[in-house]
């Protein structure tokens, strides 16, 4: 008995210090609420395929394309390799860009591209004014600023409550720590933090699944 205790405290001390150092301060499975309930997608929207768009009960990685997508077109491979093709398999999680009215063929060119990649079916762009954008960007209330061409190079995450998502308080270091959104133009940045926020949210939800005694799937 003695020695079957040792064997598991062997083989769970390598992944709780793996969670700890992943998780920072977010409690091993809870990132913290930067901006509590933001608007879901604007209903007369007019989204590229004309499906309904909205960010409740999904998972949601929030982006803005801005007027000029194609110069920034290797970001969108990055996050596809880093975190949509790793979590497309979840049932309730969605890739979701505002992009301005006009940019419909620069989306197309983009998506065809990627589509010869992975299933791009839980990528969803909806086309909205730019004055539109702006107000919706304000109300994430958010440090980071939409550029000249009303887009950003960071995404967000949105839980299912339309809570923004991300980090602030301490590092395991002890520094103040704050990130509300990612940068799509840094692999290292998908790769070494959203990459671990994201598996936190998807924990999440799988942990409360699973006090509920829920059968389904995230």
Known sequence: MKKKTVLIVLFMLPLVVYLFFATG????????????????????????NGEKVTLNNKITILGFSG?????????????????????????????????PEGTQDQVKSVLERLS??????????????????????????????????HGTKFVYIIDKERNLRGRKGKS??????????YNINSSAELHNEMTDDVKIILAEYRLALKKNNAKRKI
Do not use: C
């Not at 969108?76 to 992009?99: G, P």
């Not at 395991?172 to 959104?181: H, I, L």
């Open 25 to 48: 301060v977010n409690s091993f499975m809870r990132l913290p609420i930067v901006t509590p309930k933001v608007e879901d997608v604007n209903s007369n929207w007019v989204a590229l």
């Open 67 to 99: 007027e000029n997508m194609l110069d920034n077109r290797g970001n969108y491979f990055l996050l596809t390799d880093k975190i949509y093709s790793r979590n497309k398999a979840f049932k309730d999680f969605q890739i979701v860009f505002i992009a």
């Open 116 to 149: 010869k990649l992975t299933n791009v079916s839980g990528y969803h762009f909806v086309f909205a004014p730019v004055a539109e954008i702006e107000a919706y960007y304000k109300q994430l209330k958010l440090v980071e600023k939409l550029d000249s061409h």
């Open 172 to 181: 395991v270091q002890g520094e103040a720590e704050y990130k509300e959104g």
